[in-house]
């Protein structure tokens, strides 16, 4: 009767020697499945960031021409190709990032501090030309530009801009999130809605009569 | 480890998963819940495969070979209006299950496993729902698989200052998003993934299924044939071009967001309560919510299965259904105001859940003083309100102190 509590301590002792490497050599044959379904994953690297291999890649575009936004709250949609690896036979894809040019009716500086983070010097400090990623930075639809502040009110849950900014605004159709593209102090600020942040802006050149885009703010799924 | 093996053998004996054992209370409604969703089921998977056999899961064909299978092949419009019907069957039948079993109080010992399992069920069958739907790949799916699979991505934000102290970005959260999209965008891969989840769910359950009634040697469809003929009929008849036929939107474009844009009737509510909070938290809250929500039996320790008995409980079911009807309106009306509606919400609900509290300290103050005096000197109006087996069960779990 003494000795039964140190058996089964034994016992126990030997359950855990037992079970660890079991645990562990089930571990290591699981590891792989991750690979199966991430398969840019490179073998044997544990640490790493696990979305550092699905950076998109863009390519440079002409925007718009000057005359196309010649006067104040002009606009121009276009669409910025993005190639990005997908997990497929066939590997790389290219996806489309709809955006819009804004010609704004006074200078704001621009809000390029995240060129640095990419190895960009930005051209301009300041413009009244503004170029925005219409991919909603909430959760990824695709918002308008909408020229007329009192549509938004109609279409997009009711809500009604402050004096001030009864302009044209951006609006998402999905969760009702509000932008204001001329917004002195930042750019695309959120004005309703549950959008954390303005939306993602594009790097831009004047190159003679056009505005050419190099780079879009990183970060979001295209 | 014993006690955990022993908690869930009793559990597992008692597991009533589509009202097998409910032989005797056919006639009710209430218990053709569980047959329904077994039945239904039953009538998704076959006509799903059924489906496959015309079905092209590619980006550039999904859209027409769904648009072929309702509009040219014959009887095809029957085979994916039963599809989706029984589908909707099934989320009905598992959304008023639950209810059943909360306002029941079903969910008490020994029915807690029974209570989680019917938890995960909705979860995966919110799954399944939202990778079927993206198969068709029209507008309202495409959107809604995109803004669904943002959502993990806002999970980066609480793995950050781990982030920080690591010196490198554990990015879970995006990493989530990108293993079910397939890459970073929605693509083919997104589509290939989707089509086999969407058909796994359903395979791997049904096997584990017919493990279980292979196990309990149990009725596999406690139900007449009237009911099965029809609900059959009924899928049928909603089916059918002129009724109601299974929509087919327009086909996705990724470079336009409609609007007003609506996903599936499940979703209304919780597509409004995304409008409402922070991204983090339109993760974060429904996560939360089914979390709590399996966690219940262990919250609500009032021993009578009664509903007047367990007031709070109650008042909190229903106020959950009234909100999700209300938020369900609210999108249908397009009406979403930031400013205003998600401070009323929370005021409601704390005006609501303080008086359900009160109501439930009230009732238990009452209940432990109907206690407290001996069943002799109780006075006789209350007398017919307690419940003759109180006692037994008292004595029976003579633990807890009443």
Same mark, same amino acid.
């Given at each position: 009767?003494?000795?039964?509590?140190?058996?089964?301590?034994?016992?126990?002792?030997?359950?855990?020697?037992?079970?660890?490497?079991?645990?562990?050599?089930?571990?290591?044959?699981?590891?792989?499945?991750?690979?199966?379904?991430?398969?840019?994953?490179?073998?044997?690297?544990?640490?790493?960031?696990?979305?550092?291999?699905?950076?998109?890649?863009?390519?440079?575009?002409?925007?718009?021409?000057?005359?196309?936004?010649?006067?104040?709250?002009?606009?121009?949609?276009?669409?910025?190709?993005?190639?990005?690896?997908?997990?497929?036979?066939?590997?790389?894809?290219?996806?489309?990032?709809?955006?819009?040019?804004?010609?704004?009716?006074?200078?704001?500086?621009?809000?390029?501090?995240?060129?640095?983070?990419?190895?960009?010097?930005?051209?301009?400090?300041?413009?009244?030309?503004?170029?925005?990623?219409?991919?909603?930075?909430?959760?990824?639809?695709?918002?308008?530009?909408?020229?007329?502040?009192?549509?938004?009110?109609?279409?997009?849950?009711?809500?009604?801009?402050?004096?001030?900014?009864?302009?044209?605004?951006?609006?998402?159709?999905?969760?009702?999130?509000?932008?204001?593209?001329?917004?002195?102090?930042?750019?695309?600020?959120?004005?309703?809605?549950?959008?954390?942040?303005?939306?993602?802006?594009?790097?831009?050149?004047?190159?003679?009569?056009?505005?050419?885009?190099?780079?879009?703010?990183?970060?979001?799924?295209? | 480890?014993?006690?955990?093996?022993?908690?869930?053998?009793?559990?597992?004996?008692?597991?009533?998963?589509?009202?097998?054992?409910?032989t005797a209370q056919q006639g009710n409604p209430l218990y053709l819940l569980g047959p329904m969703i077994y039945f239904f089921w039953l009538v998704t998977v076959i006509s799903g495969v059924i489906l496959m056999l015309w079905y092209e899961p590619t980006t550039t064909g999904a859209y027409d070979s769904v648009r072929r299978i309702q509009e040219e092949i014959p009887l095809g419009w029957l085979v994916r209006g039963v599809h989706k019907y029984a589908a909707d069957g099934i989320f009905l039948g598992i959304i008023l299950r639950i209810y059943r079993m909360?306002?029941?109080?079903?969910?008490?010992?020994?029915?807690?496993?029974?209570?989680?399992?019917?938890?995960?069920?909705?979860?995966?069958?919110?799954?399944?729902?939202?990778?079927?739907?993206?198969?068709?790949?029209?507008?309202?799916?495409?959107?809604?698989?995109?803004?669904?699979?943002?959502?993990?991505?806002?999970?980066?934000?609480? *793995?950050? !200052? =781990?982030?920080?102290? +690591? /010196?490198?970005? @554990?990015?879970? %959260?995006?990493?989530?998003?990108?293993? #079910? &999209?397939?890459?970073?965008?929605?693509?083919?891969?997104?589509?290939?993934?989707?089509?086999?989840?969407?058909?796994?769910?359903?395979?791997?359950?049904?096997?584990?299924?017919?493990?279980?009634?292979?196990?309990?040697?149990?009725?596999?469809?406690?139900?007449?044939?009237?009911?099965?003929?029809?609900?059959?009929?009924?899928?049928?008849?909603?089916?059918?071009?002129?009724?109601?036929?299974?929509?087919?939107?327009?086909?996705?474009?990724?470079?336009?967001?409609?609007?007003?844009?609506?996903?599936?009737?499940?979703?209304?509510?919780?597509?409004?309560?995304?409008?409402? *909070?922070? !991204? =983090?938290?339109?993760? +974060? /809250?429904?996560? @939360?919510?089914? %979390?709590?929500?399996?966690?219940?039996? #262990? &919250?609500?320790?009032?021993?009578?299965?009664?509903?007047?008995?367990?007031?709070?409980?109650?008042?909190?079911?229903?106020?959950?259904?009234?909100?999700?009807?209300?938020?369900?309106?609210?999108?249908?009306?397009?009406?979403?105001?930031?400013?205003?509606?998600?401070?009323?919400?929370?005021?409601?609900?704390?005006?609501?859940?303080?008086?359900?509290?009160?109501?439930?300290?009230?009732?238990?103050?009452?209940?432990?003083?109907?206690?407290?005096?001996?069943?002799?000197?109780?006075?006789?109006?209350?007398?017919?309100?307690?419940?003759?087996?109180?006692?037994?069960?008292?004595?029976?779990?003579?633990?807890?102190?009443?």
């Open positions: 009767m003494v000795e039964r509590p140190e058996r089964l301590e034994r016992r126990g002792f030997l359950r855990l020697v037992t079970a660890v490497p079991i645990v562990a050599a089930a571990a290591a044959f699981l590891s792989p499945l991750l690979r199966l379904l991430k398969p840019n994953t490179r073998p044997f690297e544990v640490l790493y960031e696990p979305t550092v291999h699905d950076v998109p890649v863009g390519e440079v575009t002409v925007a718009a021409t000057l005359d196309e936004v010649a006067r104040p709250w002009d606009f121009k949609y276009f669409v910025f190709t993005q190639r990005y690896p997908q997990y497929t036979p066939e590997g790389l894809r290219a996806a489309n990032v709809p955006a819009v040019v804004i010609r704004l009716p006074y200078k704001i500086r621009l809000p390029w501090d995240w060129a640095r983070t990419i190895g960009k010097t930005p051209q301009l400090q300041e413009s009244d030309i503004i170029v925005f990623s219409r991919i909603c930075p909430h959760l990824g639809c695709i918002y308008n530009y909408v020229p007329n502040w009192q549509e938004v009110t109609a279409g997009y849950g009711g809500y009604v801009p402050p004096p001030p900014r009864r302009h044209a605004l951006m609006a998402c159709p999905c969760h009702l999130s509000i932008y204001d593209p001329a917004d002195p102090q930042q750019p695309g600020r959120v004005l309703s809605g549950p959008a954390p942040r303005p939306p993602r802006t594009f790097l831009y050149e004047i190159r003679g009569n056009q505005i050419v885009v190099t780079d879009v703010e990183p970060g979001g799924i295209a | 480890m014993g006690l955990v093996a022993d908690w869930l053998r009793e559990r597992k004996e008692h597991l009533d998963l589509f009202d097998e054992t409910r909360y306002f029941a109080g079903e969910y008490k010992r020994p029915g807690e496993l029974g209570w989680m399992l019917f938890f995960l069920g909705l979860v995966l069958m919110m799954i399944s729902g939202v990778t079927g739907y993206l198969l068709i790949w029209n507008q309202r799916s495409f959107w809604a698989a995109k803004t669904i699979l943002t959502v993990p991505v806002y999970l980066d934000e609480l *793995t950050a !200052p =781990l982030s920080r102290w +690591l /010196g490198y970005n @554990l990015n879970f %959260g995006s990493m989530i998003a990108y293993v #079910f &999209l397939g890459g970073s965008a929605i693509g083919q891969a997104t589509i290939t993934r989707f089509y086999s989840i969407h058909f796994g769910i359903s395979l791997v359950l049904l096997v584990l299924i017919e493990f279980y009634f292979y196990r309990t040697r149990r009725k596999r469809l406690n139900m007449s044939l009237f009911p099965m003929a029809l609900f059959l009929a009924m899928l049928v008849f909603i089916s059918h071009p002129d009724v109601l036929p299974a929509e087919l939107g327009r086909r996705a474009d990724p470079n336009r967001t409609p609007l007003p844009i609506l996903s599936d009737w499940y979703f209304l509510a919780l597509y409004q309560y995304v409008k409402y *909070t922070p !991204p =983090l938290w339109a993760g +974060l /809250g429904p996560g @939360l919510l089914i %979390g709590i929500g399996m966690l219940v039996p #262990f &919250l609500d320790r009032s021993r009578s299965r009664h509903p007047l008995d367990r007031p709070f409980f109650l008042v909190l079911g229903i106020w959950a259904l009234f909100l999700f009807l209300a938020f369900t309106t609210l999108i249908l009306w397009n009406i979403a105001v930031i400013e205003r509606e998600p401070p009323l919400v929370l005021l409601s609900t704390a005006i609501v859940m303080g008086l359900g509290f009160l109501w439930h300290l009230r009732r238990r103050r009452r209940q432990l003083r109907a206690a407290a005096v001996p069943p002799a000197a109780r006075p006789t109006a209350r007398a017919p309100e307690r419940p003759a087996p109180a006692p037994s069960v008292l004595a029976g779990q003579s633990g807890e102190p009443a």
